[in-house]
């Protein structure tokens, strides 16, 4: 994720690449960084503290504590934390990092890499306007973005978060149908994605409702209405609305780690 918001970062122009210092401890990911996107890379935390005033915390749940007190001493009231570590919320992210910075708690997904990203936010008490305002530019450069509280990042975190691991799946499922019907891999794979990204902006661009999409689709007795009628008999959608549930649930569990 941390290389997926750089690469929005730079590539959007939203940041000029001397703009943005990576801090990474394994050397091979700094070059990675340093000659892919331009940007400045150093192995020293406490430098890029130093550094920069809008930090973002790009590591993993059980390691973010462990960065807070590092730095923490060098964290003032110019700094502004962005966090993108699932399940840890703010209340967290205050005890951990004190009362100085402002906090904002993100939740994007890979998707960033391709400026199709969707990212939810949330912002601590402490954080000002102008804060807001940074993140929804920062994250917004690549895709989507949107403020909603925080009551909801358990859900949102197995929608958006997880969702295109679970989008994947279907498309996986759809392709191995496909090749059973002797449809060559290649042809396949295309043909799912391109059905997946068109029917997704048809919808964004159009709002149009999905049920009512899904019927304009299905020509009575037609192919689509005979795939539909097997859907409909299976237990696709309380499978879905169960994955769904078992990714708000971890999240949540994170959030009490």
């Known amino acids: 994720m941390a290389e997926a918001i750089a690469s929005a970062l730079v590539q959007t122009g939203c940041c000029d690449p001397w703009d943005v210092i990576a801090c990474d401890r394994d050397a091979?990911?700094?070059?990675?960084?340093a000659k892919q996107y331009g940007v400045a890379v150093t192995d020293d935390v406490k430098q890029a503290v130093r550094t920069a005033r809008t930090l973002v915390l790009a590591v993993k749940p059980q390691d973010l504590d462990?960065?807070?007190?590092e730095i923490r001493p060098?964290?003032?009231?110019?700094?502004?934390?962005?966090s993108i570590a699932a399940g840890k919320t703010l209340a967290a992210l205050k005890r951990a990092a004190?009362?100085?910075p402002r906090l904002v708690r993100v939740m994007p997904n890979l998707a960033l890499m391709v400026?199709?990203?969707?990212?939810?936010f949330c912002a601590a008490r402490n954080a000002k306007p102008a804060d807001r305002k940074l993140v929804a530019q920062l994250f917004g450069s690549a895709?989507?973005?949107l403020e909603?509280?925080?009551?909801?990042?358990d859900a949102v975190t197995a929608l958006s978060g997880s969702g295109p691991a679970f989008v994947a799946y279907v498309m996986q499922a759809l392709i191995a149908g496909a090749t059973a019907l002797k449809l060559p891999r290649d042809a396949a794979r295309l043909l799912a994605e391109q059905t997946l990204i068109g029917t997704g902006i048809y919808l964004q661009n159009t709002g149009r409702d999905t049920a009512d999409f899904i019927q304009a689709v299905a020509s009575p007795k037609g192919t689509t209405a005979a795939g539909l009628a097997v859907l409909e008999k299976s237990a696709l959608a309380q499978t879905l609305a169960q994955t769904l549930a078992a990714a708000a649930a971890r999240s949540a569990e994170l959030s009490k780690a």
């Not at 091979?28 to 960084?33: G, V």
């Not at 060098?74 to 962005?82: A, I, M, P, S, Y």
């Not at 400026?115 to 939810?120: A, D, K, L, P, T």
């Not at 909603?148 to 990042?153: A, D, T, V």
Request: without cysteine; glycine residues 8%.
């Open 28 to 33: 091979a990911r700094r070059e990675l960084l």
């Open 74 to 82: 060098l964290l003032t009231t110019r700094h502004l934390l962005v």
């Open 98 to 100: 004190g009362d100085k």
């Open 148 to 153: 909603l509280p925080e009551k909801h990042f």
């Open 66 to 69: 462990a960065l807070l007190a």
């Open 115 to 120: 400026q199709e990203g969707m990212s939810v």
């Open 143 to 145: 895709g989507s973005v």
